[in-house]
């Protein structure tokens, strides 16, 4: 459920949300769904050679969950920009937490309002896993 642009202000937070805990099975869904086969994301003894204690998720899987909090709180219609930073590893087990803060409400092209948004994704060590941002056209939404 989306909220309408109206009903936002800088400094308005989403309501968080946990995914998790993380599996290998995920990892390995997310493989063949993306097309990413690198086997350090499915292949323990691989993973470890290279110096992991385990396989790890994907950037790009942590990177889709943050999307899919920030589109179910300002709608995939609205979005205009999305952009992340990879900061830190996801592993088997972590339970991930996103999380998302109004920065901006501007007049944008056209007489739309944009609305930027902050975004995390951290770990249940606190660490961030993925620091974001976006902008989305909020209909309604006043400066």
């Known amino acids: 459920m989306t909220r309408t642009q109206a009903s936002l202000a800088v400094g308005d937070t989403a309501t968080p949300r946990d995914f998790g805990p993380m599996t290998r ?8 769904a993306s097309g990413d086969l690198n ?52 592993w088997p087990d972590d339970v991930l937490t996103c999380t998302g803060t109004v920065t901006a409400i501007i007049d944008g092209a056209g007489g739309e309002v944009l ?18 941002s976006a902008d989305f056209v909020v209909p309604g939404a006043t400066t």
């Open 39 to 90: 086997p350090m994301h499915y292949d323990d003894t691989m993973a470890r050679s290279a110096g992991n204690p385990s396989v790890f998720s994907q950037g790009m899987h942590q990177s889709a969950l943050l999307a899919t909090f920030a589109t179910d709180w300002l709608g995939a219609e609205n979005v205009r920009r999305f952009g992340v930073r990879f900061r830190e590893q996801v």
């Open 115 to 132: 609305v930027t948004v902050e975004l995390l994704c951290t770990r249940q060590t606190g660490a961030v896993a993925i620091a974001g």
């Open 25 to 32: 099975q995920m990892f390995v869904r997310y493989s063949g």
